[in-house]
């Protein structure tokens, strides 16, 4: 099966603004952002929702909040505060289907949910 476009952009085979990286977890700029700083980081495995995370995952899912708090440190942003956001399936507004968590920061951001 082909890869999807965040193995493909894992891979290095799609170029992308890599803010952090190490042997399980990348971090790159989301194409189109939404807030000043908004940062994608994502499992080098391939998982592709929410909805499929399983027990085995859950040191992966923990090590990524972890960094999710030094990439906020290292943008700077880690006082002022960030939010941090998944999309699980199709009314969850996904759309690409490979594990991903969204890091907004760099403005006060709304209060709206929906
Ligand atoms: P979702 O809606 O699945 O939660 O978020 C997918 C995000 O991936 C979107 O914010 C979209 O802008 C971003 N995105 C989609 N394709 C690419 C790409 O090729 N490169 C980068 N850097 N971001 C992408
Ligand atoms: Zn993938």
Do not use: W
């Not at 990524?64 to 399936?89: F, L, P, S």
Request: hydrophobic share 40%; net charge negative.
């Amino acid at each position: 099966m082909e890869d999807c476009i965040f193995c493909k952009i894992i891979k290095k085979e799609i170029p992308s603004d890599i803010v952090y990286e190490d042997e399980e977890i990348i971090a790159f700029k989301d194409i189109h952002p939404l807030a000043p700083i908004h940062i994608l980081v994502v499992p080098k495995r391939h998982i592709s929702s929410l909805a499929e995370m399983t027990e085995e995952d859950e040191k992966i899912i923990g090590k990524i909040y972890t960094k999710i708090n030094k990439i906020a440190d290292m943008q700077g942003v880690k006082e002022k505060g960030y939010r941090v956001i998944v999309n699980c399936g199709k009314d969850g507004g996904q759309e690409v289907m490979h594990l991903h968590f969204h890091l907004l920061a760099g403005t006060k951001l709304g209060q709206k949910i929906v």
